[in-house]
């Protein structure tokens, strides 16, 4: 049975699940109802894009090569790949995922940040106000169990990014945080910048 996290609990993943090595992270959406505009029509969708950023024990990116992200769908080293880009949202359950071995990760690697930007938001004129539903899951793709799933609910209103979750290294075992924040990065290269 998974574990639903608040914001800035932590949870195990590899101590009490023994053996497990890979894990699929999750992530879904929905718009709230559009209404049409004055002139007829209705607004953009709005497009989310789930990212991972491969951070040192320094918060860090050591390379280009470690934002995985809908133009950069795996790691150099392949530990990390991100499935494709949904660009409405719809439907029920994941919208997209990023599969993670935990056994390839290099060990420079100590965290692995999660993160959902709005594509074109700036000149789409959206942020996270217009999402609703919006959840982090991370599950065990050989059997399907669903371990950890943090549901933000929070108010993100007039933000672009939403850091949701890590997963990260601890005395040998891999956990998982709900982080949850929203922030103001309109392009996932500017809030990964960040990090550098």
């Known amino acids: 049975m998974a574990i639903s996290l608040v914001k800035g609990q932590k949870v195990d993943l590899t101590k009490g699940n023994a053996g497990l090595t890979k894990v699929v992270v999750g992530l879904g959406w929905d718009a709230i109802e559009q209404k049409k505009s004055f002139f007829g029509g209705k607004k953009a ?9 491969m951070l040192n024990a320094n918060n860090k990116l050591e390379q280009k090569g470690d934002l995985i992200c809908f133009y950069n769908k795996s790691s150099a080293c392949g530990s990390v790949v991100h499935t494709g880009d949904n660009v409405t949202g719809e439907g029920d359950g994941d919208d997209e995922q990023i599969n993670i071995d935990l056994s390839k990760v290099p060990a420079n690697v100590h965290k692995i940040l999660m993160v959902v930007n709005i594509y074109d ?17 991370v599950f065990n793709p050989a059997n399907g169990q669903e371990l950890v799933r943090f549901n933000l609910t929070d108010s993100y209103a007039g933000k672009t990014a939403l850091i949701v979750g890590e997963i990260y290294r601890n005395n040998g075992e891999w956990k998982f945080s709900a982080i949850g924040e929203g922030e103001q990065a309109p392009h996932i290269d500017l809030l990964a910048r960040r990090y550098t």
Do not use: Y
Not at 45 to 53: F, R, T
Not at 121 to 137: L, N, P
């Open 45 to 53: 969708a709005v497009d989310c894009d789930a990212s991972a950023l």
């Open 121 to 137: 938001c700036e000149a789409r004129k959206q942020d996270f106000g217009m999402i609703k539903s919006a959840f982090i899951r």
